[in-house]
């Protein structure tokens, strides 16, 4: 019996988001992915990108589905996925060359975003990448009219949750020593947003 977490998501955004992560990452050889979910990213990128240590990380309770991805697929450079929660951590103490994170930001609360950038910044190396996937709001506004009732589904199932404004995030990523370097508009009105270090 199959019975590994399954996200639908992952199948239909994976194939857009590799497209920009494979430039993206060209130069980089380690890659810790922040709140990986089901662990259907992971498998996806790692293989497509061998070059790549792709380290997963999630809370505790999610360990054992990743797990089960990660298995099956048994790839070469798909290490044991780690526990981090980015408030509580433990943040690892290596450094990678880039962080990935998809459709977390706007669950997490804002403490939690805070604590996300606090994290990188202790984790990123020196000319580290940060790539960020999911909606985000601009200019105080929603880019869509599914984005708006997204956010309302959100709130009214975690009232912590919210479709981030990019300009406040954009601002957390400075303040660690980053700078915009690619702002793409993606499938279903979500972002991929890329910052580097250096
Ligand atoms: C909507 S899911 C996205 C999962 C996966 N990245 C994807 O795109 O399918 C949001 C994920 O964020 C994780 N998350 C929420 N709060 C977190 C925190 N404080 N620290 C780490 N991960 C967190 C959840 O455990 C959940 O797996």
Redesign the pocket.
């Known amino acids: 019996m199959n019975d590994k977490p399954f996200?639908p998501?992952?199948e239909r955004?994976r194939d857009p988001i590799l497209e920009v992560l494979q430039p993206a990452l060209r130069d980089a050889r380690s890659v810790l992915?922040?709140?990986?979910?089901?662990g259907?990213?992971a498998v996806h990128f790692a293989a497509a990108l061998p070059q790549l240590t792709w380290q997963t990380?999630?809370?505790a309770?999610?360990l054992p589905g990743i797990v089960q991805w990660l298995d099956e697929a048994a790839l070469p450079n798909t290490p044991a996925p780690i526990p981090?929660?980015?408030?509580?951590g433990p943040w690892p103490q290596a450094r990678f060359d880039a962080v990935f994170?998809?459709?977390?930001l706007h669950?997490?609360g804002w403490p939690?975003v805070q604590?996300?950038f606090a994290g990188v910044d202790g984790v990123l190396g020196e000319a580290g990448t940060l790539a960020v996937?999911?909606p985000f709001n601009y200019g105080g506004a929603y880019t869509s009219e599914s984005n708006a009732q997204f956010d309302d589904w959100l709130k009214a199932r975690d009232p912590v949750s919210a479709i981030r404004d990019f300009e406040t995030v954009d601002a957390l990523a400075r303040g660690i020593g980053l700078r915009l370097a690619q702002d793409h508009a993606m499938p279903a009105n979500n972002r991929l947003v890329v910052w580097r270090r250096g």
């Open positions: 996200a998501s992952c955004n992915e922040i709140g990986s979910g089901t259907q990213h990380s999630e809370r309770e999610h981090l929660d980015v408030a509580d994170t998809a459709n977390t669950i997490m939690q604590a996300f996937y999911g």
